[in-house]
């Protein structure tokens, strides 16, 4: 909607989105009632930051950080609904780090907190959820951490020459990050 928008981080409220249009901020969610998904956090305290956002189909997709499980949220123009909720199943999946758009798909990348596993990579394809990194065996890229438990972190995520690249962030501080492409 030829607009600017950005998720904001707030520990103690929870999150908000605001959009610029060139000359003047609106905040597009966070100002709502308690409970309702325009209150900060989408309703809940526990989104305390908006840490990935995409636009699919005509609507704007924001993941979360969640200690409990990140959520993605969709706005189709007025209304917030959450389309993902709990980590993907995986509470340790606390953040959305990471959002693309992948032909027909909307691919995240979530931060995993448990430093017994990795990153994992969902796709939804407006109706569901598809797990493409974290359901395969280990030492495999579809295992967790694209077959390392020290990738806990999908970072970040960007579309080039019809592949869709992953940009991973190594908790150990040994191997460093690495670099997928999925065609």
Request: glycine share 18%; net charge negative.
């Amino acid at each position: 909607d030829a607009r600017l928008y950005l998720g904001t981080r707030s520990p103690e409220r929870g999150c908000q989105v605001w959009s610029y249009d060139g000359t003047a901020w609106t905040q597009e969610g966070g100002r709502g009632d308690a409970g309702t998904p325009t209150a900060p956090g989408f309703g809940d305290a526990g989104n305390t930051d908006v840490s990935s956002m995409a636009v699919m189909g005509g609507s704007l997709y924001a993941g979360t950080y969640n200690s409990a499980g990140c959520q993605v949220w969709c706005r189709d123009g007025n209304t917030w609904k959450r389309v993902a909720e709990g980590g993907f199943g995986d509470a340790d999946n606390c953040g959305a780090a990471s959002m693309a758009v992948y032909f027909q798909g909307l691919y995240v990348g979530t931060f995993n907190d448990d430093y017994a596993c990795g990153c994992q990579v969902w796709c939804w394809d407006g109706t569901a959820w598809t797990q493409e990194v974290g359901r395969g065996d280990a030492g495999t890229p579809t295992a967790p951490g694209f077959g390392d438990a020290n990738n806990r972190r999908a970072a970040s995520m960007a579309v080039y020459d019809s592949f869709l690249y992953v940009g991973t962030y190594d908790s150990s501080g040994g191997a460093g990050c690495q670099v997928w492409s999925f065609d």
